[in-house]
Each structure stands twice: as structure tokens, then as C-alpha cells.
């Protein structure tokens, strides 16, 4: 988390459920091999989006950015026998490492999970999915972000639930714009073009760097 002082956060961290040990090898091995650990989504942050996919228990899922496969393992902890999750990632060197991890996953819960990984653009690969999702994470580069939330409007059905990462962006989005920042005028428009659409109920927790929930009404 980013916000909290460092021992509210602590506690915080200390009264929620502890991070499975397959997430802290990946963790540990991602620091070791990856450059910009710091996207990973984090022990905290993992045990939300592995609660809220719980409660949705999701058929289909759709993760935009994948990298290291952190979150993407968190969404799949709630997924139903028989679902499926498609990830996204312009980053084809992280590939084999995402599939390790997966396998790894399915086995260690002896669950049957559909898991595809789609390498390339998302704003190309988005269109061309076939069928609805029930839940979609959006966690990739944040200057497409407006142009991501169109092109999953497409693709949800009623009910569905929108997750949005770093929606604070580090607090800048309440701070004075710099010149050269391409990210946080987008994520202003953005989060204001999700609470402001009438197709969705929008509420961002201030949980590590910003996660809004969109539920498609
Ligand atoms: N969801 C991950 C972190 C994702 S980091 C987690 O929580 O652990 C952002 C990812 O977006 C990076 O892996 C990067 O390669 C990917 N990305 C950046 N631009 C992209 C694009 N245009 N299309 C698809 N993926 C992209
Ligand atoms: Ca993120």
C-alpha cells in the first residue's frame, strides 16, 4: 500500500489472510529475473482481488497486463471448475514464466481452469475475443486506459464487475499537472468517465494505488 502510515499498514497486512506461498515464490523470482518489480500487485492488494473474485466466482475473466502472472493467479483462486481466464500482455518474454506459475497453480488446487495467454496490443487483441466476461482487470499501460474501458464495454455482460489498477496513480491525479506526463490526464478522464456512466455503479477504494470497482448494471 501507499497511502496509510507504514504501521497502520502493517496491521492491516497482519489481520488479512497471508500471501499463499506460490505467490511469494513468484514474487521472489520475478525480483530476481524481471526488471520493474514494482508492477507486481503485492501481497495485499493480491488477497483483494483474490476476495473480490471469490465472491463473483466468475466464468470468464479477462486481465489486462499480466506481467509476472501475480494478479492474474489472485483472480484464479476464485474461479469456478470449468471457467476460463484469458491474459493479456504486450511482454512475450514473460510468457514461459506466467505458464509455470499457472500450471503450478492448477495443480496445487487441483483445479481446471481454461487459461490462455494472448501476446501482443491489447487495444488489437480486445476486439478480436470472441463472447462476454464477467470479470475484467484492467492493469496495463495507463495512457490506453480510456481507450481499454470503451473497448470492454463490448464485452461484459450485465452484471459484470471492472476492476481498475492505479487509478491515484501515486496521488498525482490530485496534483498539479507535470508537462510531460502522459498518464495522469488520461486516469482523470478516466476515473471520471466511469462514475459518471449511467451503465455502471463505480466505487474506488483507496486500496494500494487506486482500485476502482465498476459494476455493469
Ligand atoms: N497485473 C500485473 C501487473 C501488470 S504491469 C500484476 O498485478 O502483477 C503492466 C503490464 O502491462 C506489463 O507487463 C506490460 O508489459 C503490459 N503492457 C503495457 N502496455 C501494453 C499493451 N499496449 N498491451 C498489452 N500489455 C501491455
Ligand atoms: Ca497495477
Not at 120 to 145: M, S, T
Not at 158 to 170: F, P, Q, T, Y
Request: aromatic share 8%; with cysteine; proline share 5%.
Amino acid at each position: 500500500m501507499f497511502f496509510l502510515p507504514n504501521n497502520l499498514d502493517d496491521y492491516i497486512v497482519a489481520h488479512s489472510e497471508d500471501e499463499p506461498q506460490i505467490l511469494k515464490d513468484l514474487t521472489r523470482e520475478t525480483h530476481q529475473k524481471v526488471l520493474q518489480p514494482i508492477m507486481l500487485s503485492g501481497a495485499y492488494q493480491g488477497r483483494v482481488l483474490s476476495m473480490i473474485s471469490h465472491l463473483k466466482a466468475p466464468q470468464r475473466v479477462l486481465e489486462i497486463g499480466t506481467f509476472t502472472g501475480y494478479s492474474a493467479l489472485c483472480l484464479a483462486e476464485g474461479m469456478p471448475a470449468g471457467s476460463e481466464l484469458i491474459t493479456i500482455d504486450i511482454n512475450e518474454e514473460l510468457e514461459d514464466m506466467v505458464s509455470k506459475y499457472f500450471t503450478r497453480f492448477c495443480e496445487s488446487v487441483n483445479q481446471n481452469i481454461s487459461f490462455t495467454q494472448k501476446i501482443g496490443p491489447a487495444l488489437e487483441i480486445i476486439p478480436e475475443l470472441d463472447g462476454k466476461f464477467d470479470l475484467i482487470f484492467i492493469d496495463a499501460d495507463k495512457p490506453n486506459y480510456i481507450h481499454y474501458f470503451h473497448a470492454i464495454m463490448e464485452k461484459v455482460n450485465s452484471g459484470a464487475l471492472i476492476i481498475s489498477d492505479n487509478v491515484l496513480w501515486h496521488g498525482k491525479v490530485v496534483e498539479e499537472l507535470k508537462p510531460k506526463d502522459s498518464s495522469t490526464p488520461i486516469l482523470l478522464k478516466f476515473n471520471s468517465l466511469l462514475k459518471e456512466d449511467p451503465r455502471l455503479q463505480t466505487v474506488l477504494f483507496s486500496i494500494r494505488d487506486g482500485l476502482t470497482l465498476s459494476r455493469v448494471l
